[in-house]
């Protein structure tokens, strides 16, 4: 199938590791793309959790049609406002204080996280400023069975008022002055692939059934597996960048080695179904409403 939508599409797919990441050529994503690019950009997007196209000149409505093909988008992000006129985007702008080099996989903090997120690299530092992802899928199948099992079990609560918000958020008040919780399976199955995968990030607070000092613990076990080097892939960014990925199945630093230098994106996201754990248990909220933001617009 893979080689018949290659053929059939022009689109090419060039893995850039043994584990994790692709770069795709013959993709205009402004343009006018058949049912079977967009297919075979799918494929490759859900066989290498996150895959890069050079040198595209997208405004808000080519982004926003371009992602659109993949599913309905969410809202622009359930804290921060999005820029008049266009309620599907999150700017990414170092001049706002926006930061995120810390571990996680994005809004972990409700019930439904986004499936797929596309972020358009508009300005990018001289030096520095690279993003790194990890496949959580390969980190799971590489942890011993018996830890498998054992975190198969596992549920943790996942908070907006966490570790990672620290140091990556400047106006910190703000962004947890409404909290939000949600309960999610450690491991959770996804929806299209059946694969298996670690549901951890900087947002994870606690595991449900267990003292704080054991949480720490059991989430640092399992997050070390996650951002082993053999799990990830570093992409250095050039303006006209996108980046495309697979926020049910990965995990990302953004690295904050520019100083003050702009830094700037802009990302849409695709609205997921609620994850669900191995033993069929989907996740919950617990705190705060953003059914807004997930149910998202056509």
Same mark, same amino acid.
């Given at each position: 199938?893979?080689?018949?939508? #290659?053929?059939?599409? %022009?689109?090419?797919?060039? !893995?850039?590791?043994? @584990?994790?990441? =692709?770069?795709?050529?013959?993709?205009?994503?402004?343009?006018?793309?058949?049912?079977?690019?967009?297919?075979?950009?799918?494929?490759?997007?859900?066989?290498?959790?996150?895959?890069?196209?050079?040198?595209?000149?997208?405004?808000?409505?080519? #982004?926003?049609?371009?992602?659109?093909?993949?599913?309905?988008?969410?809202?622009?992000?359930?804290?921060?406002?999005?820029?008049?006129?266009?309620? +599907?985007?999150?700017?990414?702008?170092?001049?706002?204080?926006?930061?995120? *080099?810390?571990?996680?996989?994005?809004?972990?903090?409700?019930?439904?996280?986004?499936?797929?997120?596309?972020?358009?690299?508009? &300005?990018?530092?001289?030096?520095?400023?690279?993003?790194?992802?990890? *496949?959580?899928?390969?980190?799971? !199948?590489?942890?011993? !069975?018996?830890?498998?099992?054992?975190?198969?079990?596992?549920?943790? &609560?996942?908070? @907006?008022?966490?570790?990672?918000?620290?140091?990556?958020?400047?106006?910190?008040? =703000?962004?947890?002055?409404?909290?939000?919780?949600?309960?999610?399976?450690?491991?959770?199955?996804?929806?299209?692939? %059946?694969?298996?995968?670690?549901?951890?990030?900087?947002?994870?607070?606690?595991?449900?059934?267990?003292?704080?000092?054991?949480?720490?613990?059991?989430?640092?076990?399992?997050?070390?597996?996650?951002?082993?080097?053999?799990?990830?892939?570093?992409? #250095?960014?050039?303006?006209?960048?996108?980046?495309?990925?697979? +926020?049910?199945?990965?995990?990302?630093?953004?690295?904050?080695?520019? %100083? +003050?230098?702009?830094?700037?994106?802009?990302?849409?996201?695709?609205?997921?179904?609620?994850?669900?754990?191995?033993?069929?248990?989907?996740?919950?909220?617990?705190?705060?409403?953003?059914?807004?933001?997930?149910?998202?617009?056509?």
């Amino acid at each position: 199938m893979t080689e018949t939508l #290659q053929a059939q599409t %022009g689109v090419t797919v060039t !893995a850039l590791t043994g @584990n994790v990441g =692709a770069v795709i050529g013959g993709v205009d994503a402004a343009g006018t793309l058949s049912d079977e690019t967009i297919a075979r950009i799918r494929a490759a997007l859900l066989q290498y959790k996150v895959v890069f196209l050079r040198d595209q000149d997208l405004d808000y409505t080519a #982004q926003t049609a371009f992602a659109s093909r993949f599913g309905k988008l969410t809202l622009g992000h359930p804290i921060y406002d999005a820029p008049e006129g266009r309620p +599907n985007l999150r700017e990414m702008d170092s001049k706002q204080g926006t930061r995120a *080099n810390h571990w996680h996989t994005d809004v972990t903090f409700i019930e439904r996280p986004p499936a797929f997120a596309f972020l358009h690299s508009k &300005v990018i530092p001289p030096v520095g400023g690279d993003t790194v992802w990890a *496949n959580a899928a390969t980190a799971y !199948a590489s942890m011993p !069975a018996e830890l498998r099992q054992f975190a198969d079990q596992l549920r943790i &609560v996942h908070s @907006n008022d966490c570790d990672f918000t620290d140091d990556t958020v400047i106006e910190r008040g =703000a962004y947890i002055s409404t909290p939000y919780e949600a309960e999610h399976p450690a491991v959770r199955v996804h929806p299209e692939t %059946g694969e298996r995968s670690l549901l951890l990030g900087g947002f994870a607070r606690r595991v449900v059934g267990y003292a704080p000092q054991a949480s720490r613990d059991l989430i640092r076990v399992m997050q070390e597996y996650l951002t082993k080097p053999e799990h990830t892939v570093r992409w #250095q960014w050039r303006v006209g960048d996108i980046a495309i990925w697979d +926020n049910q199945a990965t995990a990302h630093y953004a690295i904050y080695d520019y %100083g +003050n230098q702009y830094r700037r994106g802009e990302r849409v996201t695709v609205v997921a179904p609620t994850p669900v754990g191995v033993d069929g248990r989907p996740s919950v909220a617990l705190r705060g409403d953003t059914s807004a933001y997930s149910t998202g617009r056509d």
